[in-house]
C-alpha cells in the first residue's frame, strides 16, 4: 500500500528558480494538505483542499500556488523560490470530516540557496 | 484564527509518567489528535478524542480534555526510550482544516 507519495525527496533550488512538489494518494481522500516544517514552528499549513475542485488558503499561502488535479494528485508550486522557504514540506489527506486520521508522506526537504 | 500552542521541550525518566500539553483557540474543533514524529519521518496518529468526550485511554497513552479551558493533554505511562519523539496536538475545525501545534520533543533518559 503506497498510501501518500510525494516527490521529490530532496530539492536544492537557486532563489528565483521555480518548481512543483508533487503528491499522489491511493485512499480515495477527499480531504489533502500541504504543511511546512520549520524548528521551533511546528507544522503550518499552507494550502489544503477539502474536495476535488476546491482549495483554500492556510496560515502561511504566500509564495505558494496549489493545484487539486483530481481526487488522488495535489500538487504545491513556488514561483519564484527564496531562501525563506528553505524548509521541510508534507503533504497529508484524510478522508474528510467524519474520518479521524491523517495520513502523511515522508517529505521533501528543499533548501533555496 | 485557529492556533494552537505546545511548549517545546519535555525530559523525562525512563519508567516515569510523562506529561505533554497543547492548548487551542478554535471552539468549533470536532476532533483533536495526537500525533508522533520521529526523527526523519512523516507524522503518525497516536490517538485522538472526539469534541464531546473528557477522557480517551488507549493502553499507555491517556488523552484529557477540556473543552471549557481549550486545553488537551497526552499521558503517555511508563514512558520508554523508544517514546523520545516530537509529539503535536493537532485540532480539525471548519471545512475539515487541519491545524498542527509547534510540537513538543520528548527525551527519555536512562
Known amino acids: 500500500n503506497a498510501g501518500v507519495t510525494q516527490t521529490p525527496k530532496f530539492q536544492v533550488l537557486k532563489t528565483g528558480q521555480s518548481m512543483t512538489l508533487q503528491c499522489a494518494q491511493d485512499m480515495n481522500h477527499n480531504s489533502m494538505y500541504w504543511y511546512r516544517q520549520d524548528p521551533g514552528m511546528g507544522l503550518r499549513l499552507i494550502y489544503y483542499s477539502a474536495s476535488e475542485g476546491t482549495t483554500d488558503k492556510g496560515e502561511v499561502p504566500n509564495g505558494y500556488n496549489v493545484s487539486r488535479l483530481n481526487k488522488r494528485e495535489f500538487s504545491l508550486r513556488l514561483e519564484s523560490a527564496a531562501p525563506s522557504q528553505t524548509s521541510v514540506y508534507f503533504c497529508?489527506?484524510?478522508?474528510?470530516?467524519?474520518?479521524?486520521?491523517?495520513?502523511f508522506g515522508q517529505g521533501t526537504r528543499l533548501t533555496v540557496v | 484564527g485557529e492556533d494552537v500552542e505546545q511548549s517545546l521541550f519535555l525530559s523525562v525518566r525512563e519508567g516515569d509518567s510523562s506529561v505533554i500539553n497543547c492548548t487551542y483557540t478554535?471552539?468549533?474543533?470536532?476532533?483533536l489528535y495526537w500525533y508522533k514524529q520521529e526523527p526523519g519521518a512523516g507524522l503518525q496518529l497516536l490517538t485522538y478524542i472526539f469534541s464531546n468526550m473528557d477522557m480517551k485511554q488507549d493502553q499507555r497513552l491517556t488523552v484529557l480534555l477540556n473543552k471549557k479551558d481549550k486545553h488537551l493533554s497526552l499521558r503517555i505511562a511508563d514512558t520508554q526510550t523508544g517514546d523520545s519523539a516530537i509529539y503535536f496536538c493537532a485540532e480539525r475545525g471548519h471545512a475539515d482544516k487541519l491545524i498542527f501545534g509547534t510540537g513538543t520533543r520528548l527525551q527519555v533518559f536512562p
Open positions: 497529508a489527506s484524510s478522508a474528510g470530516t467524519t474520518n479521524t486520521e491523517a495520513f
Open positions: 478554535d471552539s468549533s474543533s470536532t476532533y
